[in-house]
């Protein structure tokens, strides 16, 4: 039987204690035991991605605050070991054995690390293992950062196909306004499509400890609703709140899986690659793009930024200055360059290859 798989993410508040900022044996202990609870069964495979690490530091060296890179790279240091320690005995308690991984950026934008890390995840689920993940915030300087557990554990959740994504923080779900200042607040219960007014909700950020807020978790929801995951947002104070969720109880915010998911090698491209140019496009291609499903050709192409060679990946704009998806392209930008010269006279454009083939093109959801 084909298990599911969950990812789950505790965020820094839900794990800390908010007077003294050190772990919370109490808070960690509750999010072992639920996970141990949900795995016996083996009807689940689960990632646990674990914030925490840059509190947990700073509290044990007594810092009352990380401002600088430096600082936070050495609060970790000194938190991500405190941090397994504490799970790996909560974990021992319930027979289960623990790994721990820690990963930067730079290893997702890469394909063949991706699907090296993917292997690793592979590996370590199949022996029952429960891989615990983190960003690696020691080494990790700002170009190279997710910055924020909330994307990272939407891009574990495409890297190895998860059906939920579990984000766990210190507010109960998604709210019509910010609850903290308004009593008329209510809690959206479920959301079909992330458009620019759910957007909009994210904006009052919710926790001081951790790094994220609403803002970074809808961010990560598009990405893992893109990729066919569902994702939900609730509170890890909820009792017994993981199980309650995988049985659809209506607890947190839950928004659905787009049905029109892209496969894993499109989500990679969208969420997981970085780009180093973008191709300006017209409503022509735009729209043969959208519409008709079609390959991005020369003449499509109104201005370029950037310089890549061929094979890059690149952001596709529309004619608004919005990115509505990514692309490998076939062309060096100093060929693209000369292309737009070229536009006016169409005729010498006809006949090129493709610039991004259909094969190679991640469009996002509208
Ligand atoms: N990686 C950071 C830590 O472990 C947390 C990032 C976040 O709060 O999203 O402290």
Redesign the pocket.
């Known amino acids: 039987m084909q298990r599911a798989r969950i990812v789950v993410k505790v965020?820094?508040s839900s794990l800390t204690d908010p007077l003294s900022g050190l772990l919370s044996p109490d808070k960690v202990r509750m999010v072992a035991g639920q996970l141990a609870a949900i795995l016996p069964g083996a009807s689940h495979e689960v990632v646990l991605v674990?914030?925490?690490?840059?509190?947990?530091?700073r509290a044990r060296l007594g810092w009352s605050a990380t401002r600088t890179l430096p600082e936070?790279q050495a609060?970790?240091a000194v938190?991500?070991s405190l941090?397994i320690e504490m799970y790996q005995r909560e974990f021992a308690c319930q027979g289960r054995v623990v790994a721990q991984i820690l990963l930067t950026r730079s290893d997702m934008e890469d394909r063949r690390r991706f699907v090296n890390i993917r292997n690793t995840f592979e590996t370590l689920l199949g022996a029952n293992v429960l891989p615990i993940v983190?960003?690696n915030?020691t080494v990790s300087v700002n170009e190279i950062r997710?910055?924020?557990?909330?994307?990272?554990a939407a891009l574990v959740a495409i890297l190895i196909c998860a059906q939920h994504l579990i984000l766990l923080t210190d507010i109960d779900g998604l709210y019509t306004e910010d609850p903290r200042s308004d009593p008329q607040a209510r809690r959206i219960v479920e959301v079909a499509n992330i458009d620019d007014h759910v957007r909009t909700l994210g904006g009052a950020s919710g926790s001081s400890?951790?790094?994220?807020g609403m803002r970074?978790k809808i961010r990560a929801a598009e990405m893992a609703t893109a990729s066919g995951v569902t994702v939900s947002i609730a509170s890890a104070g909820e009792p017994d709140v993981i199980r309650r969720l995988l049985l659809g109880d209506q607890i947190g915010t839950r928004f659905a899986a787009r049905q029109d998911r892209l496969n894993a090698r499109r989500s990679w491209l969208a969420h997981g690659s970085r780009s180093v140019g973008r191709l300006f496009m017209d409503e022509g291609a735009v729209s043969a793009l959208r519409r008709s499903g079609g390959s991005l050709l020369a003449p499509g192409i109104e201005r370029i930024e950037g310089q890549f060679d061929e094979g890059a990946i690149v952001d596709l704009m529309d004619p608004r200055g919005k990115c509505i998806g990514k692309g490998i392209v076939s062309f060096s930008a100093h060929d693209l360059e000369y292309f737009t010269t070229l536009r006016s006279k169409r005729d010498q454009l006809r006949g090129l290859p493709e610039v991004v083939h259909r094969n190679d093109m991640a469009l996002l959801p509208q």
Do not use: H, P, R, Y
Request: aromatic share 4%; no cysteine; charged share 15%.
């Open positions: 965020g820094s674990s914030s925490g690490a840059i509190a947990a530091g936070k609060a970790s938190g991500q941090l983190n960003e915030d997710f910055g924020d557990n909330d994307s990272l400890v951790g790094t994220g970074t």
